[in-house]
């Protein structure tokens, strides 16, 4: 399972870097947060995050998108998502842009090898318009010493008669430092058909009881070329209970 998890990587990546080179124009933002493929059993979230971006070429400035989701494990190794998306920019006002299924799962034990691994499938589906969207990646993460490092590679495929169908692809990467449990720094770069972006990032968990606690996490990353925004700020709160 290791070797296949490590193949469909390398080839997802691969995938990524022919997309890119492709000169394709994604409509999303491509900043989101960092997934982790760790499912811990019978645990139940409420999440809330936020990606803003500001200029941006052939894209409204000041552009945010918010994300509301409740989710829960089924079993060990599962775990599903349901999101209710919305978006705004200078030019809009806040709207819900469409709705969201995730289901993340536990490919190996937490060190049982050299990296562990998980893969998340998405759905989404546009409100107002024949669109739909379906994702896969791969996640995988390496600690080294107090270092987590960790990488999210997507590839989703949308379609519908209000979109011409595309295929599109995403990277991911994070290198956090366990400082504390309550505030982890943290190194991101993101990569799409129209964003490059780095910066620095920092997270942490509060517990508030048995099985109770109140993750956060703050980025800052900016662009690395003209085609990419200025500067892009992720934020999010989970809690879980």
Known sequence: MNRTASHLFVALVVVHLLLSASGAVADGIVVDKIY????????????WRMVWQDSQPGRDDREQLQRFAYGRAFGERWFGEAYIVTEQSANNSQEVKSVELEVLHQLTEQGEYWADWGVVVELEKYIGADIWELGTGVLVEKELGQWSVTGNLMVSQEWGSDIKDELESRLGLQARYRYSRRFEPALEFH?????RALGPAMMGAINLGIRRNLR???GLLFGLDHASPNQTVRAGVEYEF
Do not use: A, I, K, N
């Not at 982790?36 to 999440?47: A, G, T």
């Not at 990569?191 to 964003?195: A, F, I, L, P």
């Open 191 to 195: 990569s799409g058909e129209d964003t």
């Open 216 to 218: 956060w996490q703050l």
């Open 36 to 47: 982790h493929p760790y499912v811990e059993h019978m645990e139940q979230e409420l999440e």
